[in-house]
């Protein structure tokens, strides 16, 4: 079945440094990818999607792009904030709408 | 954007009482929602699909009769824990797929604040 793996954390890292977290998939067919971002105590917020290869999602300083070749979404950032400290889900989904998680990447960003 | 509106945040219920969960669509009509259990440190696991007007599909080890799931119109769903124990204490989300286009690439999935169940 299908199923998305991604490094496991906590990623912690210094105010300004650059972030990577990695996430590769496996599926059939053509999913659309997603991240999501969780805030303590907060539910999920989509962070960025792409829907197609090569295609690349972006928000808030935060990119991943779309690679079918190596089956990877990794999501990257600059210039990390404190205020990105949370927990971030790399996703796919096919049709019926149901979404594969990946198991979360803790984040920590110390000032 | 879409709102899906989890309601309770938190609840803390006794052993063996149950606990019903609501999640509403506020302004889209939501043919079918997920429900998804947390567990600490660890991802969102489907737990089923509700569907409005059917029956709800769970997923492969989910109690049907312990987690009941009424989708009675198109704009909520609720999840109820019968008999509650210990081991259900967990965080459950719910989420809500808007169409934003054609097809499933232009759907969107929206999440609910989530709800944080313990059971003592």
């Known amino acids: 079945g299908d199923s998305v793996t991604q490094m496991e954390g906590p990623v912690t890292l210094s105010e300004e440094a650059f972030l990577t977290i990695n996430c590769t998939y496996t599926?059939?067919?053509?999913?659309?990818l997603f991240w999501y971002v969780q805030y303590p105590g907060e539910g999920l917020q989509l962070l960025l999607k792409?829907?197609?290869?090569?295609d690349k999602g972006s928000n808030k300083g935060f990119e991943a792009t779309y690679r079918k070749e190596t089956t990877s979404f990794h999501l990257e950032k600059g210039s990390v904030q404190v205020s990105d400290s949370a927990v971030y889900f790399c996703?796919?989904?096919?049709?019926?709408?149901?979404?594969?998680f990946g198991g979360g990447t803790r984040l920590m960003v110390k000032p | 954007g879409a709102v899906v509106s989890q309601h309770p945040s938190r609840v803390i219920c006794k052993s063996g009482t149950s606990v019903k969960i609501e999640c509403r669509s506020l302004?889209?009509?939501?043919?079918?929602m997920f429900w998804y259990r947390q567990f600490p440190k660890k991802s969102l696991m489907l737990m089923a699909t509700?569907?409005?007007?059917?029956?709800?599909?769970?997923e492969q080890g989910v109690e049907k009769d312990k987690f009941l799931i009424n989708h009675a119109s198109l704009t909520l769903s609720t999840l109820t824990v019968t008999s509650a124990h210990p081991e259900d204490s967990s965080f459950y989300i719910c989420?809500?797929?808007?169409?934003?286009?054609?097809?499933?690439?232009?759907?969107?999935?929206?999440f609910g604040q989530g709800t944080r169940l313990t059971v003592v």
């Open positions: 792409a829907t197609k290869a090569d």
């Open positions: 989420s809500a797929s808007r169409p934003m286009g054609t097809g499933v690439q232009g759907t969107e999935a929206f």
């Open positions: 599926a059939t067919g053509y999913p659309s």
């Open positions: 302004d889209f009509q939501a043919t079918t």
């Open positions: 509700s569907n409005e007007g059917s029956k709800a599909t769970y």
């Open positions: 996703a796919l989904r096919k049709a019926g709408n149901m979404l594969t």
